[in-house]
């Protein structure tokens, strides 16, 4: 196993020369944001720091996602929680 606990699907994509992953079980607890991502090596086969998330993140599956050249990360982010419910009416 490759990477342990804390990570699961859409929190994880490969990047050249290793995997990116936002490791859940690191985020401290009991706060919105500082969602750390890290960078495992296939070369090394250590975990580094590549960033973190200050923004709170789509919960259930993110679909993080690396550019080619792995300099840039994808992902779905909560900007705002809030309802809007709209009524549609057609014309028959």
Known sequence: MIIGKGCSHGWWAFAPGGIIYANLALQ???Q??????LFYS??????????????????????????????????????DESTNLVLVTTKR
């Open 28 to 30: 401290k607890s009991g």
């Open 32 to 37: 919105r944001g500082d969602l750390p991502v």
């Open 42 to 79: 296939f070369q090394t086969r250590q975990a580094t720091p590549f960033t973190s998330m200050p923004q709170r993140v789509f919960d259930t599956d993110p679909g993080l996602t690396v550019s080619p050249d792995g300099r840039r990360l994808v992902l779905a982010r909560i900007d």
